[in-house]
């Protein structure tokens, strides 16, 4: 399978997950895709920080590493928007 739709079908994965749990994010599919290909760049920064790997194909590890990844990511917006309505 072509890398460019493992990190679309990883993406629109973990961006779902990671909008369900933080309870906020962009609407409809782009938007999860948008978050979950972002938090797959966060997800495999911090987890080859910590000596891990970080997206390595179409697998549950990959998908994980996004979804922590996109979690981090909502989790900064969130600040960063409560930062500006004060």
């Given at each position: 399978m072509s890398v460019f739709w493992v990190w679309v079908i990883v993406?629109?994965?973990?961006?779902?997950?990671?909008?369900?749990?933080?309870?906020?994010g962009p609407h409809g599919i782009v938007?999860?895709?948008?978050?979950?290909?972002?938090?797959?760049?966060?997800?495999?920064w911090i987890f080859n920080y910590f000596g891990r790997a970080g997206v390595t194909g179409l697998n549950i590890t990959s998908i994980v590493v996004a979804f922590v990844g996109a979690v981090v990511f909502l989790w900064i917006i969130r600040q960063l928007n409560r930062g500006r309505a004060r």
């Open positions: 993406g629109i994965i973990a961006g779902y997950l990671a909008k369900s749990v933080m309870r906020e938007g999860d895709l948008i978050v979950g290909v972002i938090g797959a760049f966060v997800g495999g």
